[in-house]
Nanobody, 115 residues
Framework: QVQLVESGGGLVQPGESLRLSCTVS????????MNWYRQAPGKERELVAG????????NYADSVKGRFTISRDAAKNTVYLQMNNLKPEDAAVYYC????????WGQGTQVTVSS
C-alpha cells in the first residue's frame, strides 16, 4: 500500500520560509513522479509543483515561480517543497501526491501565513 506522509507546515509571517517534506513508502520511490498541491478554504485544490522520477523535469504554478523549489532525495524516499518569501495567499493545506494507476494523497499539512 502506497503511503505519503507530509510534515513541515506551520505558522509563519509574510516573507518567511518553510520547508515541507513528504516521505513515501510502499512503492519504488525512484519510479514516481511527485507533486505538491494545495487547497485554501473555499477554493479548489491546485497544483503547486511537480518533479519527475529522476528530478530532471520540474514544473511550477506561475504563482510560486521564483519563490518555491521542489526537490527529492532518493536515499530518504522524500520529496521536499522549499517555500521562500511566503505570502498570505500561500496559506493552505499542502498535499503530497503521486499517481500509480490512481492518485495517492497524503493527509496534508497546514501552512498559515499571517502577521
Amino acid at each position: 500500500q502506497v503511503q505519503l506522509v507530509e510534515s513541515g507546515g506551520g505558522l509563519v509571517q509574510p516573507g518567511e520560509s518553510l520547508r515541507l517534506s513528504c516521505t513515501v513508502s510502499g512503492f519504488t520511490f525512484s519510479s514516481l513522479f511527485m507533486n505538491w498541491y494545495r487547497q485554501a478554504p473555499g477554493k479548489e485544490r491546485e497544483l503547486v509543483a511537480g518533479i519527475s522520477n529522476t528530478g530532471g523535469s520540474i514544473n511550477y504554478a506561475d504563482s510560486v515561480k521564483g519563490r518555491f523549489t521542489i526537490s527529492r532525495d532518493a536515499a530518504k524516499n522524500t520529496v521536499y517543497l522549499q517555500m521562500n518569501n511566503l505570502k498570505p495567499e500561500d496559506a493552505a493545506v499542502y498535499y503530497c501526491n503521486t499517481r500509480i494507476f490512481k492518485s495517492y494523497w497524503g493527509q496534508g499539512t497546514q501552512v498559515t501565513v499571517s502577521s
